[in-house]
Each structure stands twice: as structure tokens, then as C-alpha cells.
Nanobody
């Protein structure tokens, strides 16, 4: 049974930082591209970024580029999302995702986490 468990969400002031973690189990972690999506109230889920299997390549949505950084530890089967210079518009539920493919934007993820709330106050 595959599980993706996010943690690290919370309330932060604008300009602050948070680090999300996603612990994966039940899958061959190093074979999966890992990434993050987010969904704000009343809006569609949107892509945030992904990191390829080896961790050598990362891709980000324009809205977070330069502020968010992804990393992964294949030994710990965990992926991280470091979020800096947070803005109120970053307020969303953040979802971890996994796909057995080269990217998270060329096809639907195979697995999703349950989500973690990030709220940025102005």
C-alpha cells in the first residue's frame, strides 16, 4: 500500500519560510518523479514543481520560481519543499505527488498525499 504523508504546513507571516516534507512508503521511491501541487479554496489544483528520480533536475511553476526549492533524500524516501519569501497568494493546501515517469506535468500522478495546509498572513 502506497502512502505519501505530508507534514510541515502551518501559519506564517508574509515574507516568512516553511519547509514541507513528504514521506513515502510502499513504492520504489528512487523510481518515481516526486512533486508538489497546491489548491486554494475555489480554485483548481495547480502544479508547483517536481524533482526527477535522481534529484538532479527540478522544475517549478513560474509563480514560485526563485522562492521555492525542492530536494529529495532517496535513502529516507522523503521529498522536501523549502518555501521562502512566502506571499498571501501562496495560501493553499499543498499535496505531494508521485509518478513513475519523467515528469509530473506530462501525465497524471500515480499517487497523491492527503495534503497539508499552508496559510500566509499579510
Amino acid at each position: 500500500q502506497v502512502q505519501l504523508v505530508e507534514s510541515g504546513g502551518g501559519l506564517v507571516q508574509a515574507g516568512g519560510s516553511l519547509r514541507l516534507s513528504c514521506a513515502a512508503s510502499g513504492l520504489t521511491f528512487s523510481s518515481y518523479t516526486m512533486g508538489w501541487f497546491r489548491q486554494a479554496p475555489g480554485k483548481e489544483r495547480e502544479f508547483v514543481g517536481y524533482i526527477r528520480r535522481s534529484g538532479g533536475n527540478t522544475y517549478y511553476a513560474d509563480s514560485v520560481k526563485g522562492r521555492f526549492t525542492m530536494s529529495r533524500d532517496n535513502a529516507k524516501t522523503t521529498v522536501y519543499l523549502q518555501m521562502n519569501s512566502l506571499k498571501p497568494e501562496d495560501t493553499s493546501v499543498y499535496y505531494c505527488a508521485a509518478r513513475n515517469g519523467a515528469s509530473l506535468t506530462s501525465g497524471r500522478p500515480d499517487y497523491w498525499g492527503q495534503g497539508t495546509q499552508v496559510t500566509v498572513s499579510s
